[in-house]
């Protein structure tokens, strides 16, 4: 429902792209995928598994590879997983087309889940491509590998609004028309994740906002919060992923 869209990960993925061409990345090694974004394939998820499968096919030992993913993420019990987490759920990116039943917390398509994401950076890291992500969603914490209900989808001031990027599964629209199985890559064999360093905007069982910003300034838009603070600190050159970390 239109009430639920999240306004700002156009603007997210805008900033991220600019602030790694400022970081010396080529233009041509940035795929995206979003709306509102000119040039930019729509982010539905085949579209998603498609653009990965291509990245796993051009890169070579020794390369850096960067995922980037802003907008909603919710959690659903999955007892389809190879691997159950303390708490029985699976978190989810929820792409464009993403659909739910009304009244189920157990069916969803078009999304992401964490065991697509694990078997993904799995076969990244197998081609020992050293690998980071940022995953600016609620929900986000074992995106690639607690169960209190979202609050509200927004509050504050209509001038000021803060949106939410979590959603409950009951929240989405039903008639989800049958959905194409996702490529994924044959699983790899699990190997030391030394190679592999990853952001999350919250825990697994927490929501994350995006928010006009800067603050008060006039020209502020509607950002991630995790989106903005990495960019700023890329913006300090840190040296470490700790300086990252740590700005």
């Given at each position: 429902p239109q009430a639920l869209w999240?306004?700002?990960p156009r603007n997210?993925?805008?900033?991220?792209?600019?602030?790694?061409l400022r970081q010396g990345f080529g233009a041509a090694d940035i795929t995206v995928l979003a709306d509102g974004v000119s040039g930019a394939a729509l982010p539905e998820s085949q579209a998603i598994h498609e653009a990965l499968a291509r990245l796993l096919a051009q890169s070579r030992s020794g390369d850096f590879v960067l995922l980037y993913f802003s907008g909603h993420g919710t959690r659903l019990r999955d007892?389809?997983?190879?691997?159950?987490?303390?708490d029985g759920l699976s978190e989810n990116f929820l792409a464009r087309d993403v659909r739910g039943t009304l009244g189920s917390d157990t069916v969803l398509t078009g999304d992401l889940s964490d065991a697509d994401f694990d078997v993904w950076i799995q076969s990244f890291l197998a081609k020992n491509v050293f690998i980071a992500s940022v995953f600016d969603t609620c929900s986000a914490n074992s995106m690639t590998r607690g169960a209190a209900d979202a609050p509200a989808t927004a509050e504050g001031p209509p001038d000021d609004?803060?949106?939410?990027?979590?959603?409950?599964?009951?929240?989405?629209?039903a008639g989800a028309p049958p959905a194409r199985a996702p490529a994924l890559p044959a699983p790899a064999e699990a190997v030391p994740r030394a190679r592999y360093?990853?952001?999350?905007?919250?825990?697994?069982?927490?929501?994350?906002?995006?928010?006009r910003l800067p603050r008060k300034a006039r020209d502020a838009r509607p950002q991630g919060l995790l989106t903005w603070a990495v960019v700023e600190a890329l913006a300090r050159r840190p040296a470490t992923?700790?300086?990252l970390f740590d700005g």
């Open positions: 999240l306004q700002a997210d993925v805008i900033l991220m792209r600019d602030a790694l007892i389809a997983k190879r691997y159950q987490e303390a609004e803060v949106r939410w990027r979590g959603l409950r599964p009951a929240q989405l629209a360093v990853a952001f999350f905007a919250s825990e697994s069982h927490q929501i994350t906002p995006e928010l992923w700790r300086d």
